[in-house]
């Protein structure tokens, strides 16, 4: 058991207090393994890691399980958006280019494979 010594705060989440016999001892505050983890999970999914990798570093056997880690924030949300109005305009302008594989000759109809 530890009994704070006046809660000297050393450095950001970490704070200085007595052991039962009276040793000063570090500990953390506010910061659990298991939010380190959490953190990691993040991390790595937002880096482009495989998930299948993800579940395995992060010891998790079922999707579902990892499902609860996969913290979605509202930048996801508008990262995703991003990337989806991105890519309908690269569709769109591509869909306005006239294909370079064929061209038309008079009515036949010709490409660069040969007639078709």
Same mark, same amino acid.
């Given at each position: 058991m530890l009994i704070p010594v006046a809660? =000297? $705060?050393?450095?950001?989440?970490?704070?200085? /207090?007595?052991?039962?016999?009276?040793?000063?001892?570090?500990?953390? $505050? @506010?910061?659990?393994?298991?939010?380190?983890?959490?953190?990691?999970? &993040?991390? *790595? &999914? &937002?880096? @482009?890691?495989? /998930?299948?990798? =993800? *579940? $395995? =570093? @992060? @010891?998790?056997?079922?999707?579902?399980?990892? /499902? &609860?880690y996969n913290i979605i924030s509202e930048a996801d949300i508008t990262e995703a958006s991003s990337k989806i109005e991105e890519g309908q305009r690269r569709s769109a302008a591509n869909l306005a280019k006239p294909s370079a594989t064929t061209s038309t000759t008079g009515s036949k109809r010709v490409s660069k494979f040969g007639a078709a």
């Open positions: 809660h =000297i $705060q050393t450095r950001r989440g970490v704070v200085k /207090e007595k052991d039962r016999k009276g040793r000063v001892r570090e500990k953390w $505050q @506010g910061l659990v393994l298991h939010d380190l983890r959490r953190s990691a999970a &993040r991390n *790595m &999914r &937002r880096y @482009g890691v495989d /998930e299948g990798v =993800i *579940m $395995q =570093i @992060g @010891g998790w056997k079922t999707r579902s399980v990892f /499902e &609860r």
